[in-house]
C-alpha cells in the first residue's frame, strides 16, 4: 500500500516535471490501457528484470498523411533505484540505458500475422535518418495512404481487412523508427548528472506518437527495465507507474501496476562433512563432501541468453540473465551508446563457494562441473578458473577451469550422488581461504533444481596438517558486488561520466549461508590409563613400557611418530600437600621403537629422559601423539622378591576401526579421538 501511494504520487510529479517541455496539453482523445508480466525477482539480485510493461492505446485522430507526428514524454517510475546497464553517459545528455520502448510490436523480420494485423521491422531511432542530434529526437512524418508499403501489404485484400495509413507509422522503413532508448530521468529537461541512487524512473522523451483511431491499436512496450530488489523485502511486489505527456493529453486508465514479485531465491547447504586424522591421509580424490545450491523459486539459476544470435521477439518469455536483445543494432551513436549491447547479460547466472579458517597443510579440490542433486539430468555448470576468478566476489572474465585431475573410481556416495570420474580443479589458498566461481551453462526454468559441486580434501605431500573443527563454507549467487546503481556493463569497454563498471548480473551476499563444522582434523593420539602405580612405601616400584606399534608386516603404510606426554595424578610420600610430578614430556618415538622408566629411577635410555618420580603413588595417563601406542606396567617389592604383578595399559579411546557406512558405530570417549584399543 505504501509503494502504491508513492506511486501515485511520484506519477502527480512526472505530470510537472514533463509540462517544462510542452504547453499546456489539450486532450488527444487516446487512451490507454496497461498490462503487465509479472515475473518472480530474486531478493538476492542487484539487476533483476521486471515484467515488460505493455500500453493498449486506441482512439484520438491519426496525424494526416505527410505531417509531422506530435511528440510524447513517456516515463516509467519504479518503487526502487533502477540498475538497468548504461550504455552512455555524458554530462550534457544525461545516462542513456539499454531499457526500451517498442512501439506496435515490432519484429527482427517484420510480419503480418494474418488479415490486419501487422508488425514492422525492428528500427531504433538514434540508426534511423530521421533522428536529429542537435534535437536528440526522431523528427517522424506519418505515411501516405497509398504508400507502397501499405499496398504491398494489403494486395488481394478484402476491404475489411485493409490496413489504415497509422498501421505503417512504425514499420521500421527509412523514417519510421519503432524502437526508442531509455534514459535514467523523470524530466526532459532534467539537469545532469543524475544522482544514481535517486534513479528510480526511465523516461522514453521525444517519441514520436500518431494516434492510432478508432480503427487500430497502438502497443507501447517498455522492457529492459532492472531494478535493485536487494532494496526490497520477500513476498513485496514491484509496483510501478507510467505516464504520458505531450503537447495533447493521453489517458491512462490504470496507470499503477504490478510488474514483478520479490522473493529469497537460492538456498545453500552442504552434505557429507568429513573427519580427518593428522597423521593417516586421504587416500585418492574422491570428494570428502558437496556444496549445494538449491533454487526456492523457478528459474533462479539462468544461462546467458537462449540464442548467440539474439533474443528480440516482442513479448517473448525470457527465463535468462539477458533481456530484449538485438546483436544487428551494433550502431555505436555518439552520446547514446551502442545499442547491440542493450538487454545483453555479462554472463549467465554464477555461484560462488567460499572457504575460510582452512587449517596449514590442507588442499582443496573441487569437481569443475556440478550435477543436479536428483542424480539425473544434465551437466549444469562448469567452473571458472580460480586464476582469473577473484575468490571473494565471482566476478571475472569467461574462462574455464584447466582440471588437475579426477576424483577417479569412487564407490562412495554423498547424499545419493556418486562422484566417479568427474575432473577437478585446485583451488589456491591464502591465509586459510580460498573460493571456487562456477557458470551456469544449462539450466530448467520448469523445475526446482538443486546443482550439487564435490569437493575433495587432501594433505600436501609430507605435511601433517594442524588441528581443527572451524573450517566454514558459505555460499552465494554471483558476481558479489556492492555497485547498487546503474553501471556499464563489466569488459564491454565503455566509461565516462564517472560511472562504474560492473557485471549484469550481480547479487549481495544473502545470510544466512554459512555452514560451520565443513570438516575438522582431528589429532592422531592415544591416551594410555595405567589404573594404579606406586613407589610408596619405599620399598615398592613400578616400571612402565610403551612401545610405538605403527610398524608392522601388513599391506598399507602406517608409520607414525610422535613425543609421549605423561600426567601424575595421586600423591607424593603419601601426603596431598606434597607437589606433584610434573608433566613429562618425551622425545619423539619412532615407529617400531618403545620408551621404559621407573617411578623411582625415571629412564635409563639417553634418547628418551624422562624423570623419576620417587615417593609417588595413584594413577597415571600417558598421551602420545601416534594411534597405535600400547602400554604395559610391572609392580614389585624391590627385587620382587616377595610380590610382583603386571598388567596392560587401558587405552581410553574409542575403537579407530569400528566403521559402518562410512561412519563410526562407537561413540567417541571423554578423550575425543580414536585409536587402536583391540576391543578390549
Not at 533502477?82 to 550504455?87: D, G, Q, Y
Not at 535468462?320 to 547514446?336: I, K
Not at 592415544?526 to 610403551?546: K, M, Q, R
Amino acid at each position: 500500500m505504501v509503494d502504491l501511494r508513492k506511486s501515485l504520487l511520484l506519477l502527480v510529479a512526472f505530470a510537472v516535471f514533463a509540462s517544462v517541455a510542452f504547453a499546456q496539453p489539450t486532450s488527444l482523445g487516446t487512451t490507454c490501457v496497461t498490462t503487465a508480466v509479472n515475473p518472480t525477482l530474486r531478493l538476492e539480485g542487484i539487476t533483476e528484470l521486471i515484467g515488460d510493461v505493455v500500453l493498449q492505446c486506441t482512439g484520438g485522430t491519426p496525424t494526416t498523411p505527410g505531417q509531422e507526428i506530435p511528440r510524447v514524454n513517456i516515463v516509467l517510475n519504479a518503487p526502487r533505484t533502477i540498475t538497468s546497464k548504461l550504455l552512455a553517459s555524458t554530462s550534457t545528455y544525461g545516462d542513456y540505458t539499454e531499457a526500451l520502448l517498442l512501439v506496435d510490436e515490432p519484429t527482427v523480420n517484420g510480419n503480418q500475422a494474418g488479415p490486419g494485423t501487422y508488425s514492422g521491422v525492428q528500427r531504433p531511432c538514434p540508426m534511423d535518418g530521421s533522428f536529429s542530434s542537435s534535437l536528440n529526437y526522431c523528427v517522424t512524418y506519418a505515411p501516405n495512404s497509398n504508400g507502397s508499403t501499405y499496398q504491398t501489404v494489403n494486395s488481394g485484400q478484402a476491404a475489411a481487412d485493409m490496413l489504415p495509413p497509422q498501421a505503417f507509422t512504425y514499420d521500421g522503413t527509412s523514417g519510421h523508427p519503432n524502437i526508442f532508448q531509455g534514459r535514467l530521468s523523470n524530466s526532459y529537461n532534467q539537469a545532469f548528472p543524475t544522482a544514481l541512487e535517486n534513479a528510480t524512473a526511465v523516461g522514453f522523451f521525444g517519441v514520436p506518437f500518431d494516434p492510432p483511431g478508432t480503427n487500430w491499436t497502438r502497443t507501447l512496450r517498455i522492457t529492459n527495465v532492472r531494478i535493485d530488489a536487494t532494496q526490497l523485502a520477500a513476498g513485496q511486489s514491484v509496483a510501478v507507474s507510467v505516464s504520458i505527456s505531450g503537447p495533447q493529453s493521453i489517458s491512462i486508465t490504470n496507470p499503477v501496476l504490478t510488474a514483478g514479485l520479490v522473493q529469497q531465491s537460492l538456498e545453500f547447504s552442504t552434505a557429507g562433512s568429513s573427519t580427518f586424522r593428522q597423521c593417516e591421509p586421504p587416500i585418492g580424490y574422491c570428494p570428502s563432501f558437496q556444496v549445494q545450491f538449491r533454487e526456492l523459486i523457478p528459474a533462479a539459476l539462468k544461462i546467458r541468453y537462449t540464442s548467440a544470435s539474439g533474443q528480440a521477439e516482442p513479448g517473448q518469455i525470457l527465463d535468462t540473465e539477458t533481456g530484449f536483445w538485438n546483436p544487428d543494432f551494433d550502431l555505436d551513436y555518439s552520446f547514446r551508446g551502442d545499442l547491440g549491447e542493450a538487454g545483453l547479460a555479462t554472463h549467465a547466472t554464477r555461484v560462488i563457494a567460499r572457504f575460510a579458517n582452512i587449517p596449514s597443510g590442507i588442499e582443496i579440490y573441487t569437481t569443475t562441473t556440478g550435477k543436479l542433486a536428483a542424480g539425473v539430468g544434465p551437466i549444469a555448470a562448469m567452473q571458472m578458473d580460480p586464476a582469473t576468478v577473484s575468490e571473494v566476489t565471482g566476478e571475472g572474465p569467461w574462462d574455464p577451469a584447466s582440471p588437475v585431475g579426477t576424483t577417479g573410481d569412487c564407490t562412495k556416495t554423498i547424499a545419493g550422488l556418486n562422484w566417479s570420474g568427474y575432473d577437478l580443479e585446485s583451488l589456491p589458498i591464502v591465509d586459510g581461504a580460498t573460493g571456487a566461481t562456477w557458470e551456469i551453462t544449462t539450466a530448467d526454468p520448469n523445475n526446482l533444481q538443486t546443482l550439487a559441486f564435490g569437493v575433495t580434501v587432501r594433505y600436501k605431500s609430507g605435511t601433517i596438517p594442524e588441528v581443527s573443527d572451524s573450517a566454514t563454507v558459505e555460499g552465494h549467487f554471483a558476481p558479489l558486488s556492492d555497485i547498487h546503481v546503474a553501471a556499464y556493463g563489466y569488459g564491454e569497454g565503455v566509461t565516462g561520466n564517472g560511472r562504474s563498471t560492473a557485471s549484469i548480473p550481480r547479487f549481495r551476499e544473502s545470510e544466512p549461508n554459512a555452514q560451520g563444522g565443513l570438516f575438522e582434523v582431528v589429532r592422531c593420539e592415544t591416551n594410555l590409563l595405567f589404573p594404579f602405580v606406586t613407589n610408596y612405601p619405599p620399598n615398592f616400584d613400578t616400571g612402565f613400557a610403551v612401545s610405538n606399534t605403527s610398524m608392522d608386516p601388513f599391506a598399507g603404510s602406517r608409520e607414525q611418530e610422535g613425543p609421549c606426554h605423561i600426567y601424575y595424578y595421586g600423591t607424593v610420600d603419601n601426603d596431598a600437600a606434597n607437589d606433584l610430578p610434573p608433566v613429562d614430556d618425551t622425545a619423539t618415538v619412532p615407529s617400531g621403537k618403545f620408551i621404559t622408566w621407573s617411578l623411582s629411577g625415571g629412564g635409563a635410555n639417553p634418547d628418551y629422559l624422562i624423570d623419576a618420580a620417587a615417593g609417588f603413588a595413584g594413577y597415571v595417563i600417558v598421551k602420545c601423539d601416534f594411534q597405535y601406542a600400547h602400554g604395559y606396567a610391572f609392580i614389585s617389592d624391590l627385587g620382587a622378591t616377595q610380590f610382583a604383578q603386571g598388567y596392560i595399559a587401558l587405552v581410553m579411546d574409542a575403537s579407530l576401526y569400528r566403521w559402518d557406512n562410512g561412519s563410526y558405530d562407537e561413540p567417541l570417549t571423554r578423550t575425543g579421538v580414536r585409536s587402536e584399543n583391540l576391543d578390549q
